[in-house]
């Protein structure tokens, strides 16, 4: 049951209930102007562009923004807010604000009577679904905003974490804003603040949601999507937390993937809570966490714009685009599942990674250490054994666990 489908029925009796209902997720559904036989083709968003993820990683990682970590901070969190109002995305929080002041948490000995100061803010927008039984159901794409600042006198632009997030965020929101008919569930869009500060922006949101968090069917976030791992030639993008939601992992498989992209998908035990799933994923709330992975260059001045590849930015950001669809749109919706069988398919990704290292080793496009090199051989032969085999038993799966952590947070 849709507007539309209230339009084609015609008589105002039914229109009016239509509206009530309707009217529960709000006027902005009616305000788009749905066209009576929009095609198919009409309901598929404009891909997100390379040019226009660039426009925003230029601007959030320049100068200007001072790394986003001191007062210069509200200056990044102002260009998104004007941009989500831009978009025609409705204020997520209450009293029309698409800020959510994060307070400071109170010190052992503080006042607990006084109000402990602000200091950060979330920025938050939402577009309503278009199915009026579904609409009070959400899908949340966020990323973090802030970064480090100025530390030691040095300037920590911040642009592959995460402004390359945050770019995937803002042209997402623009997308959906402009399909014609909108999804059935309502899509959400947050930039977090305070990520780099253990994660209090999002840890303050889940705590204090616009709405019951039972309504949220998958949230996701990207942190780090314009770069690669070990600063390696790999067209790879990980993708975390499928492993505990089955239609998570067929919907992945699924979707269609930007040419030049690999998906790489692996359990979220192999790196633990590193980005604002962390508050979700201990509520057992489905999600889904984006990184091209971690590389010389996280955390320093050098986390510049120029390094940015921005066609792999947009494609992680279809990627993410067509995931929000289709589970906005889905009859079914994600259910947590707490203990996930070893899964072939996360040694299948491990294996991939390996190869691509191990020839560009070989090419020189990058050369490892002997002891780099030994390792992960080590893992490629052991993944292409249990492919070969077919299975993957528990204590090779605890084996992998340990080496993908090696792997990927601290070999490169
Ligand atoms: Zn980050």
Redesign the pocket.
């Known amino acids: 049951m849709t507007f539309r489908t209230s339009r084609e029925i015609g008589g105002s009796a039914i229109w009016l209930v239509l509206w009530e209902i309707v009217g529960l997720c709000s006027s902005a559904t009616l305000q788009a102007e749905v066209p009576p036989a929009a095609s198919v083709e009409s309901t598929r968003p404009a891909p997100v562009t390379a040019a226009a993820v660039r426009q925003h990683i230029d601007y959030l990682a320049s100068p200007r923004m001072a790394g986003r970590g001191g007062p210069q901070r509200l200056l990044a969190a102002k260009y998104i807010r004007d941009h989500f109002g831009e978009a025609g995305l409705l204020p997520l929080f209450p009293e029309g604000e698409f800020y959510q002041p994060v307070p400071g948490a109170r010190a052992i000995g503080d006042d607990q009577d006084a109000e402990a100061p602000i200091i950060g803010v979330n920025v938050g927008g939402w577009i309503p679904g278009s199915d009026p039984e579904l609409c009070d159901e959400y899908v949340i794409i966020s990323a973090?905003y802030d970064?480090l600042g100025i530390r030691n006198g040095e300037l920590h632009p911040?642009a592959d974490?995460?402004a390359s997030?945050v770019s995937m965020l803002l042209e997402t929101a623009r997308a959906v804003s402009r399909m014609p008919v909108k999804p059935r569930r309502s899509v959400v869009f947050v930039a977090f603040d305070l990520?780099?500060e253990l994660l209090w922006g999002s840890r303050w949101f889940a705590a204090h949601p616009p709405w019951p968090l039972e309504r949220l069917k998958l949230f996701m976030t990207a942190?780090?999507i314009g770069r690669s791992l070990g600063n390696l030639p790999l067209p790879t993008v990980f993708v975390l937390g499928s492993e505990h939601a089955p239609l998570l992992q067929s919907t992945l498989d699924q979707v269609s993937v930007p040419e030049g992209l690999e998906i790489a998908r692996l359990g979220i035990d192999l790196i633990g809570t590193r980005?604002d799933y962390g508050p979700f994923r201990e509520r057992q709330i489905p999600f889904l966490f984006f990184s091209t992975g971690q590389h010389a260059d996280y955390h320093t001045p050098r986390d510049t714009p120029d390094l940015i590849d921005a066609e792999k930015v947009a494609r992680v950001s279809n990627v993410v685009l067509a995931v929000a669809l289709e589970i906005s749109d889905s009859e079914e919706v994600p259910v947590w599942t707490d203990a996930p069988p070893p899964s072939l398919e996360e040694a299948s990704a491990i294996h991939r990674i390996t190869e691509l290292v191990l020839e560009a080793d070989r090419t020189g496009a990058r050369s490892m250490s002997g002891v780099q090199r030994f390792f992960v051989s080590q893992v490629h032969a052991k993944t292409g054994n249990a492919i070969k085999l077919g299975r993957i038993t528990e204590p090779e799966r605890r084996w992998l666990s340990r080496s993908s952590k090696l792997l990927l947070l601290s070999v490169f």
């Open positions: 973090h970064h911040g974490d995460n997030g990520e780099e942190d780090m980005s």
